[in-house]
């Protein structure tokens, strides 16, 4: 294993000049707990499986026999997907698709449309009881990202790299590998009023997976440019080598040349054993499928990366299944062994002890329609079901429940802002003091909102 | 003991806002608060309350309080003003002995139980459900279900009934903290004799105290200033710091890193060589300010400057709501920006267009002037938000109340959407008055998911003139209908006929790749069939159960029983197609290929060299059905094999497709041939029927519609070009309502439309308008208006603000460095008429702009270099690094752009799943780059270009990877640098080949260590120079002297 985190740079921006001209000074007060966790921390860092579109609760992780009993009963609900929606007057129960049973020692119950996951229920502390604030896609996935529903603002990787503080040499420390776009545009994984160093940086799986990578001249013409550049820079920089802005651009220079080193070498699995590559499906030479997508973010955390979000699908094509449930066969089917690889992996080499898994989606699909035989579902945010698994979360329990037909979130409530919450205690913030001084105000990840949810603490 | 400084309490700072109304809990406020507990103030600080609903006598104790009677108000509370007055009850007999010994059992027996049961979620800092329990003043006006506390009446009070699990349930069952019998009795007694408690003792407006609100120092009016504002006084202040703070006073910097300086400073351009030697030679003390004047007077200036005041309003080319529709007019808001900069609007006019599209001042009669309406793009291009933006208005107005209060004012306005401001003098109130001024605004529509396109543009011309542009359009649109209605009068006069006449001869199905022979006639014996001259007959192909098209050849021979030797083959159509005629005729009988979709067509539009077949010909009206043939003698492999020599007729789905013969002449027919699936990929095949149609006028008609296809096709006339702004005009007047927590669906009283409590909160003076005019004159007359805009000017020039937080001169804000320079800026610029060029040029004639960068020294004394006593080296912007480099490529387009090339308005389809993500190139200087909301530019995000969804103040200055990256790799990059080598290609001296491309970049020679380091590296690429050439640009156009400004 190759952990090659290096603080650099943080001696420079933590004391000298290059502070006041790089960040602002507003900044400075509200980044003195840069680098600093509230305290000892259980995770050291993340991988954020994100299901575009809502992936429908009753039919992979939430198993609800009343459901099926009950299909075709008529039900009212207030609800806000379906409110003034014309051909939407009467609803009706519609029963899952898929079957469930019981896994592992702890029975936790899983459809058919997971059975690799399935296997690794023992590990996973699974979320039946989530609720979000909105039931449209780019509200949903822009709040299960950054916390808030409607602006911008920072994402959650952006706030734990801004809260880690590490510098890490080669790599960007939040990374975003989406094949596709999901919905509200490059704002997942923006800083936003973070400094800039806590972006994310999108990987496209393929030909030049990060922007800018891919060099168009020779390594040998490549160093000869920096060189002279370097040469150039140091005699513009003799009378005002107390800048250290100046300095910083020569060695920024370097770290980008070594990315395009590190980052091709991240995602070259030539040297994966075909078993692993078997476990991820994933087939030599080709890019393409979330097992790629899985491999390059075990190869990320094991290069340092501290926050590694993963999204499956872009804006159409996803789990937005309102005309289809059978459309979630084929989406499980790309995310099952891959998922399920990258757990086992993490965990037959001990990373998964200090590195923490969350799946997620925007929001559940209602376990209701507007006549019992409609082949799709809808939106909802009452109720959805997550996981976390590995780092300092509770192995092999089911946390909340929805009510009998999977309506609503009733027996412990996980909001959004609770389940961020808890991600930031497991990574060692509080989530009420990981705060950022922005046009005269503290922000945070979960606003004035969340708690975190103890009992998924191991 | 057990007692709060209130003051304390009140002090603590609350650090964040809710945008949403769910309310949960925290530990954290309790430890906090048991940090807190001491002693409590003498009784002298302490004022007991209660209030009086009927008496709004002035006259009582003037005592500045903040009680608030929404839902608690038996009466309607119409704003007053802001402060609420409060009476002290002490007309019972009290004296300080009685009123002591109360709150002593408050803080003794009272407190501690609220602290205990209710403080966790009722207290300043978690107002749960509205309500704080915190002082008289909070309980009495009570939360979102009334008053908490009835004094003297504990069976009316909330209070009682929650912790009593009458009504409300409080402290709620799962917090196992209920209170006993004994606890409850405690409250009781307390109500009972009157619930009395100490207030706290400061008067707030929002988030300020009043008295402090009052004194704050950017509300004060301007000081007064004696004596004109020179360069040299400006210095005087500046210098003065400098000794203050025993920093050295740097030297003028030389004339080449002044040109380099304020070149960028004013244009966001280098140099010439040229400008460099004017300036060189220009010996006269004035040399400076003829530059400065020269770049003033240059259109690039009001290119950049006015880019920085793009950043400030937040520009961009997108809505931002779920589909980031494009804004095509908004360019010509940007356009106005950069021409008012450049005509030195002066700055008050250029701030009341923007807010009220006209100037207040002017003639009321007159109608709004289109330069006005454009300005009023600054309110539209505010962020839309959602699905059905209509339904997140709320959000957008937020938007716009933000903005206003940040750009004009430096007051973070939004703050009090939900709650007063926690730290300025803004209330709740004050939001919903201003709110209510753009709610009675009616602001272009940019379009959303659910409706689809944008309206509510505003004319830019009369109306008389869009009137007859209008009218025009009618009447093309007339003349293109009356074409097309003769056209399907014919059709339908066909359509009639035919189906009076027809007889099915025969109908089948041919399977998949199956061949099926034309019978005879329905009978299945060959009897003729017998056909007057006219009569149609037709073979039609339909699709079966309409899964759409198969190509289907056709073969069919009509022989006449009259003359042996006549006969007609469909095979003599082939060669024919490529005439490009709808009909065709052969020996007096016309061959018909027909659209049978609805009423019958013509297929006429003729098409050569079907996908890329030359020998393939076919015809269509749109792209099915169509008629189509190979006329090579051999196959064509396409969508599938098409035998050589063969016509084929393609249907669509539901689109039946038919081939027609008409009769030349009175007699007796025999039809044969065969019906073949060419295409056996699907599963279903086709059918055909034949059809013979006994109507000898069909001839004629459809000669006739053949007639009128052939003439030229009719274009539909385009539509009608009016010019529009995306503005912002008056809509329907109306106070709204304050909205519960910024919880649109829980609204309460409608707020009276006015200015600031702080500022006097002045009416409306005439309510049937929105009050944009009125607020716009409210703005520029307050003192925040010239300070913020002063500070503004200098902070572009200097990189740094004399209040380095340019948006917040509220209490979170930065105090001023220069607190009189500061107000002699914004006097000057009220005195000279809000000229933003006579500002620069008092700025750019002072020593402090004049000098060296910042030396190490100077920069180890003073590292944010707030006393100035160097210049502060900057970085390029992204923009000026961009323009730099089309610059020295040469390439760079100075001319004004104007709109981007977003598809037609008509035509767009964007959803959340596919929203709109276009990047357009252009060679345009990078202020007119396309700037969208939801996708941050993928260039100006690398470089820290504004934020296009909120006010940018400042450009931040990072250095990540990805900037070294772009100069590594990127293609724009490289394009730049080979294009800047190439351009002095022709010269052959390598000195002087070096010292054209410094001069184009570095406004220098090469210096002779730099030659050197560039000879070696030349030699190492002896064996192909050019190569050499370009790394050299590409080293130049990366260096650090390139990206900084000394």
């Not at chain 1, 757990?343 to 329609?369: A, C, I, M, Q």
């Not at chain 1, 698994?389 to 999977?406: L, M, N, Q, S, Y």
């Not at chain 2, 007077?297 to 997108?318: E, I, K």
């Not at chain 2, 789905?653 to 056996?680: F, L, R």
Request: aromatic share 8%.
């Amino acid at each position: 294993m190759r952990l090659q985190r290096r603080s650099f740079l943080q001696s420079a921006i933590c004391g000298s000049p290059i502070l006041s001209s790089v960040i602002n000074k507003e900044n400075l007060i509200a980044s003195n707990g840069i680098g600093q966790t509230h305290f000892a921390p259980k995770a050291k860092r993340v991988i954020f499986l994100f299901m575009t579109g809502g992936v429908s609760h009753v039919d992979t992780f939430d198993p609800k026999p009343a459901l099926t009993r009950d299909h075709g009963k008529e039900i009212k609900a207030d609800h806000p997907e379906i409110k003034d929606r014309p051909g939407y007057e009467r609803i009706f129960l519609k029963k899952p698709q898929w079957e469930f049973q019981p896994y592992g020692q702890s029975g936790t119950e899983v459809s058919q449309l997971f059975p690799y996951v399935a296997q690794c229920v023992d590990d996973i502390a699974m979320i039946r009881s989530m609720h979000t604030s909105h039931s449209n896609h780019y509200n949903a996935t822009l709040g299960m990202h950054t916390g808030s529903f409607s602006f911008s603002r920072p994402s959650i990787g952006s706030w734990v790299t801004h809260g880690l503080g590490t510098e890490n040499r080669d790599l960007p420390n939040f990374m975003v590998i989406a094949p596709q776009q999901t919905y509200a545009g490059t704002q997942v994984y923006s800083s936003d009023f973070l400094p800039a160093r806590c972006q994310g940086t999108l990987v496209i799986p393929g030909r030049e997976p990060i922007r800018n990578i891919q060099p168009r001249i020779t390594t040998a013409e490549q160093k000869e440019q920096i060189n002279l550049l370097k040469a150039i820079n140091n005699l513009y920089l003799a009378d005002r080598n107390h800048d250290t802005r100046l300095s910083a651009q020569n060695s920024m220079m370097d770290t980008a040349f070594g990315m395009q080193t590190a980052v091709p070498d991240a995602f070259n699995f030539s040297q994966e054993s075909e078993q692993t590559l078997k476990l991820y499906g994933v087939e030599p030479g080709k890019t393409t499928g979330f097992g790629w997508q899985c491999l390059a973010a075990r190869r990320l955390i094991e290069r340092g990366v501290e926050f590694v979000e993963l999204i499956d699908t872009g804006s159409s094509g996803n789990w937005d299944a309102h005309g289809d449930m059978m459309t979630h066969v084929s989406l499980a089917k790309n995310v099952d062994q891959p998922i399920a690889a990258l757990l086992k992996d993490l965990k037959r080499s001990g990373l998964l002890s200090e590195t923490l898994v969350v799946w997620t989606t925007e929001f559940g699909r209602t376990p209701f329609n507007s006549s019992a035989d409609a082949k799709g579902r809808e939106h909802h945010p009452w109720a959805f079901t997550s996981w976390m698994a590995g780092a300092g979360v509770k192995p092999g329990i089911v946390h909340g429940a929805t009510d009998e037909h999977g309506l609503r979130a009733t027996d412990d409530p996980v909001h959004v802002h609770d389940f961020h919450a808890t991600i930031l205690h497991l990574m060692g913030f509080d989530h009420e003091k990981l705060t950022y001084r922005h046009a005269g105000r503290d922000y945070r990840l979960t606003d004035v909102h969340g708690t975190v949810v103890k009992s998924l603490l191991s | 003991m057990t007692r709060i400084h209130h003051a304390q309490i009140v002090a603590n700072q609350i650090p964040f806002c809710s945008t949403q109304t769910s309310w949960s809990n925290s530990d954290d406020f309790l430890i906090r608060l048991n940090t807190k507990r001491h002693e409590i103030a003498s009784n002298s600080e302490l004022i007991s309350v209660t209030m009086d609903y009927e008496t709004k006598n002035k006259a009582a104790l003037q005592t500045h309080n903040p009680f608030r009677f929404r839902r608690a108000n038996p009466m309607k509370w119409n704003h007053r003003i802001g402060f609420r007055f409060i009476i002290v009850l002490c007309g019972f007999g009290w004296n300080a002995s009685t009123r002591a010994d109360e709150f002593d059992f408050f803080e003794s027996q009272v407190r501690p139980l609220l602290f205990d049961h209710c403080y966790k979620c009722h207290s300043e800092k978690k107002t749960g459900g509205g309500l704080s329990l915190e002082s008289p003043s909070d309980w009495l006006k009570g939360g979102d279900s009334g008053p908490a506390i009835v004094p003297f009446d504990p069976d009316s009070s909330l209070l009682l009934e929650a912790v009593r699990y009458q009504s409300l349930e409080m402290p709620p069952q799962e917090e196992n903290n209920r209170l006993t019998p004994a606890q409850i009795a405690v409250l009781e007694t307390w109500i009972r004799r009157g619930a009395h408690a100490p207030e706290r003792v400061t008067a707030k407006i929002g988030g300020m105290d009043h008295d402090a609100a009052k004194k704050w120092w950017s509300f004060q009016p301007l000081a007064a200033i004696n004596s004109p504002l020179t360069s040299k006084l400006i210095d005087q202040q500046i210098d003065s710091q400098i000794d203050e703070h025993n920093l050295p006073h740097l030297p003028i910097a030389d004339k080449r890193t002044l040109l380099r300086r304020v070149t960028y400073d004013l244009t966001g351009l280098p140099p010439t060589p040229d400008e460099l030697q004017d300036f060189l030679d220009d010996s006269s003390e004035q040399a400076f300010s003829h530059v400065v004047d020269r770049l003033l007077d240059s259109p690039q200036y009001g290119v950049h400057w006015g880019r920085h005041w793009l950043d400030v309003v937040r520009y961009a080319d997108t809505a931002g709501e779920n589909t980031d529709r494009p804004l095509p007019h908004a360019w010509r808001y940007r356009n106005w920006v950069f021409d008012a900069w450049n005509q030195d609007l002066p700055f008050d006019e250029f701030a009341m267009k923007q807010i009220a599209g006209r100037l207040p001042s002017h003639d009321l009669q007159a109608e709004l002037d289109g330069e006005g309406i454009i300005a009023t793009g600054y309110l539209a291009v505010a962020r839309r938000f959602g699905h059905d933006i209509d339904k997140d208005m709320h959000l957008t107005y937020e938007d716009v109340i933000d903005n206003l209060g940040k750009s004009f004012l430096g007051l973070s306005l939004s703050c009090a959407r939900c709650h007063d401001h926690k730290y300025d003098p803004v209330t709740q109130e004050d939001y919903y008055a201003l709110y209510g001024i753009f709610a009675s605004s009616k602001f272009s529509y940019p379009g959303c998911e659910p409706f689809g396109q944008p309206k509510d543009l505003i004319p830019l011309v009369g109306e008389e003139q869009v009137k007859t542009i209008q009218a025009k359009h009618r009447m093309e649109i007339a003349a293109f209908e009356s074409v097309l209605g003769v056209e399907s009068a014919q059709s339908e006069t066909i359509a009639d006929l035919m189906s009076q006449s027809s007889r099915v001869i025969n109908e089948q199905r041919v399977n998949e790749g199956q061949t099926v022979p034309i019978p005879s006639n329905d009978s299945g014996n060959s009897k003729p069939i017998s056909m007057r001259k006219g009569e149609l007959l037709t073979i039609t192909i339909m699709p079966n159960e309409n899964h759409g098209a198969d190509t289907t050849q056709i073969v069919w021979q009509i022989q006449s029983d009259l003359h042996a030797e006549q006969s007609w083959h469909s095979d003599e159509l082939i060669d024919h197609f490529s005439k490009g005629q709808p009909t065709i005729r052969i020996r007096q009988a016309d061959w018909l290929l027909i659209d049978r979709s609805s009423t019958p067509q013509l297929l006429r539009n003729p098409n050569q060299n079907v996908s890329n077949v030359p020998a393939l010909v076919s015809f269509t009206n749109a792209e099915l059905p169509s008629a189509l043939v190979n006329q090579s003698k051999d196959s064509v492999a396409v969508w599938t094999n098409l035998p050589g020599r063969a016509l084929f007729l393609h249907p669509g789905p539901q689109q039946n497709v038919a081939i027609g013969w008409i009769c030349p002449e009175d007699g007796s027919y025999s039809i044969s041939g065969s019906i073949t699936d060419s295409h056996p990929a699907g599963l279903d095949g086709v059918s055909f029927r034949v059809e013979h149609f006994s109507e000898p006028a069909l001839g004629r008609e459809f000669a006739t519609l053949s007639e009128l296809n052939l003439r030229p096709k009719p274009v539909r006339p385009p539509d009608p070009v009016i010019p529009v702004a995306y503005g912002v005009v008056d809509g329907t007047p109306q106070n709204s309502a304050l909205h519960l927590r910024g919880d649109p669906e829980q609204p309460q009283d409608a707020i009276d439309r006015r200015w600031l409590d702080i500022f006097g909160g002045k009416v409306l003076k005439r309510p049937d308008k929105s009050g944009r005019e009125e607020l716009a004159e409210w703005i520029a007359a307050n003192p925040l208006f010239s300070r913020v805009i002063g500070n503004r000017i200098w902070q572009w020039h200097f990189g740094q603000g004399l209040v380095e937080t340019a948006n917040n001169f509220g209490s979170r804000g930065a105090a001023p460095t220069h607190p009189i320079l500061l107000d002699q800026l914004a006097s000057h610029l009220v005195s000279s008429g809000f000229s933003i060029k006579s500002l620069h040029r008092l700025i750019l004639g002072t020593q402090a702009y004049q000098r060296c960068s910042q030396s190490g020294p100077s920069q180890q004394l003073d590292p944010n270099n707030r006393w100035l006593s160097g210049f502060s080296r900057r970085r390029l912007t992204a923009e000026e690094i961009r323009d730099s480099l089309l610059f020295a490529g040469g390439e760079i387009n100075l001319n004004t752009a104007t709109s981007h090339p977003f598809p037609p308005e008509r035509e767009w389809t964007y959803t959340q799943h596919n929203p709109f993500t276009a990047v357009y190139p252009s060679n345009h200087r990078s202020a007119f780059l396309m700037v969208p909301r939801q996708q941050r530019h993928p260039y100006l995000a690398i470089f820290d270009g504004a934020d296009p969804n909120t006010s940018t103040p400042r450009r931040q200055q990072t250095i990540v990877p990805a900037q070294s990256l772009y100069f590594l790799n990127a293609p724009f990059f490289h394009e730049q640098a080979k294009l800047f080598s190439t351009r002095f290609s022709n010269i052959q001296d390598t000195r002087q080949r070096l010292n054209a491309m410094h001069q184009t970049v570095f406004t220098r020679d090469v210096h002779q260590e730099e030659f050197d380091l560039y000879r070696k590296h030349l030699g190492s690429h002896a064996e192909s120079l050019e190569t050499g050439w370009v790394g050299i640009a590409r080293v130049l156009l990366s260096s650090n002297e390139f990206l900084y400004i000394d």
